[in-house]
Nanobody, 123 residues
Framework: QVQLVEAGGGLVQAGGSLRLSCAAS????????MGWFRQAPGKERDFVAS???????LYDDSVKGRLTISRDNGKNSVYLEINSLKPEDTAVYYC?????????????????WGQGTQVTVSS
């Protein structure tokens, strides 16, 4: 049974930083491209970042420069560091996995999803 479990969310003041983690079980994550999406209240779930099997990264233009995605295959985990947090970063952040080499910005391109972790940024 595949599980992706996110952690690290919380309430943060604007300008602060967070590091989200996603621990995978039931899959060997190094064989997967891993992605992060986020869903703000009343909005669609949008692509944020992904990292391929070969650790090639892809970021949405709206977050480029403030976010860093990384992976630790030994821990079967992927991370998302968010700096200079803004109130508009408030959302539930979801980890996802796809069994292929390449990155994807599409929700439909991912095979497995976590339950999400809430990030709330106060102004």
């Amino acid at each position: 049974q595949v599980q992706l479990v996110e952690a690290g969310g919380g309430l943060v003041q604007a300008g602060g930083s967070l590091r989200l983690s996603c621990a995978a079980s039931g899959i060997i994550s190094r064989r997967y491209t891993m992605g992060w999406f986020r869903q703000a209240p009343g909005k669609e779930r949008d692509f944020v970042a992904s990292i391929s099997r070969d650790s090639i990264t892809l970021y949405d233009d709206s977050v480029k420069g403030r976010l860093t995605i990384s992976r630790d295959n030994g821990k079967n985990s992927v991370y998302l560091e968010i700096n200079s947090l803004k109130p508009e970063d408030t959302a539930v952040y979801y980890c996802a996995a796809r069994f292929t080499y390449t990155n994807s910005v599409y929700r439909s391109g991912y095979d497995y999803w976590g339950q999400g972790t809430q990030v709330t940024v106060s102004s």
